[in-house]
């Protein structure tokens, strides 16, 4: 689950500098509920998302650009890319 997965990054990871986060499924579905009656790629590819980066704030909110350890040059970073590659130049 989502809070599983953030759990273990922040027992591990006291900061997080830059957080990048693709595409977990692709299909040609039409509308497929969960039991919640959302659609499965809404949950997946916006709530999760969403939900993800909302529990990991700690951890990003402990980086800064003040900290001589931080990667990032303005601070913490969250990068979400829906469908990277699969559409061609707009």
């Given at each position: 689950?989502?809070?599983?997965?953030?759990?273990?990054?922040?027992?591990?990871?006291?900061?997080?500098?830059?957080?990048?986060?693709?595409?977990?499924?692709?299909?040609?579905?039409?509308?497929?509920?969960?039991?919640?009656?959302?659609?499965?790629?809404?949950?997946?590819?916006?709530?999760?998302?969403?939900?993800?980066?909302?529990?990991l704030l700690p951890a990003l909110r402990s980086s800064s650009s003040n900290n001589s350890n931080c990667i990032m040059p303005g601070g913490?970073?969250?990068?979400?890319?829906?469908?990277?590659?699969?559409?061609?130049?707009?």
């Amino acid at each position: 689950s989502v809070k599983e997965c953030a759990a273990d990054i922040l027992k591990d990871h006291k900061t997080i500098d830059a957080l990048i986060m693709t595409q977990g499924m692709a299909t040609i579905q039409s509308f497929t509920p969960t039991v919640d009656g959302n659609d499965e790629k809404l949950s997946l590819h916006y709530w999760s998302r969403i939900a993800f980066a909302s529990l990991l704030l700690p951890a990003l909110r402990s980086s800064s650009s003040n900290n001589s350890n931080c990667i990032m040059p303005g601070g913490p970073v969250v990068l979400t890319v829906l469908s990277g590659g699969v559409h061609g130049a707009y």
